[in-house]
């Protein structure tokens, strides 16, 4: 069931991400935002007709090969968030947009040290920090907030990436120093509002860590590897496992 709740958490903030720019979203946009989630082609349909009945059009998908047309009424922008990511969108839209090979192409200048490539780079990814806020916006952190950080995670990511020939994959290291500081950020925030909450979201912030490095790296993170990415101590980390109930797995040493 915690699964499914997060699921439909995810697919909530999917619509108004959508909501912000007029009620629209590419496919490429869903893929990417639903990347991390691992879907099958038939529980894709299930998110593009969860789309439609929120009267969401999805540009680059028939809605005829994947559900029938509905009519209603567009819900209309309506929140501070969506007022402030809408103007942010038009400005992401007026740079310039690199496809997968361009990317790459800059990932490879960039680790070889060229640093004139590191503000491209920066750019390619701005709209993916926009994506991974949308994830984490409903975990007490305001999204502009998060986009913020998100943004000042990802220059000094590239920063510190530039002439690092050691890293394999550009773009998994980017999103891992960007959800990094926003699972730190909503920690932050709950942590605020007692020791009960403390608890909640120390655990919560293990367990997505433990996700994170184990899609990262195909295994499990051992407790050093833990407490390295989290900022924890490692007696710490072993409190919180053991409050989670074996919920928690963390690889041997």
């Known amino acids: 069931m915690k699964d499914q709740n997060e699921f439909m958490r995810q697919m ?12 629209r979203i590419t496919k490429e946009q869903v893929d990417d935002f639903c990347q991390d989630l691992d879907l099958k082609k038939t529980q894709l349909k299930l998110v593009y007709e969860f789309l439609e009945e929120h009267h969401i059009e999805i540009e680059g ?5 994947y559900f029938s047309a509905k009519e209603g009424k567009d819900p209309s922008l309506s929140t501070a968030d ?12 007026e740079l310039q947009q690199y496809s997968e090979e361009e990317k790459q192409n800059l990932y490879e200048r960039l680790l070889a040290g060229e640093g004139e490539v590191s503000r491209l780079v920066v750019e390619s990814h701005l709209q993916r920090v926009v994506t991974l806020a949308a994830k ?3 975990r007490g952190v305001p999204l502009e907030d998060l986009i913020q950080e998100g943004n000042l995670s990802l220059l000094m990511a590239v920063e510190e990436l530039c002439g690092n ?6 773009k998994k290291e980017l999103d891992r120093q960007i959800r990094s500081r926003m699972i730190e950020m909503a920690d932050e925030q709950l942590a605020s509002k007692g020791m009960e909450n403390t608890i909640v979201a120390k655990t919560n912030l293990i367990h997505e860590a433990t996700k994170i490095l184990a899609e990262e790296w195909g295994r499990l993170a051992t407790l050093s590897e833990l407490a390295d990415y989290t900022k924890m101590t490692e007696d710490e980390i072993r409190m919180y496992v053991d409050l989670a109930l074996e919920e928690i797995h963390i690889g041997k040493e």
């Open 12 to 23: 909530l903030d999917l619509v108004e991400y959508a909501r912000t720019n007029e009620n």
């Open 61 to 65: 998908v028939s809605t005829k090969e």
């Open 82 to 93: 969506s007022r402030y990511l809408s103007l942010y969108r038009k400005e992401l839209q």
């Open 136 to 138: 984490y916006k409903n």
């Open 165 to 170: 020939s050691d890293v394999l994959d550009v």
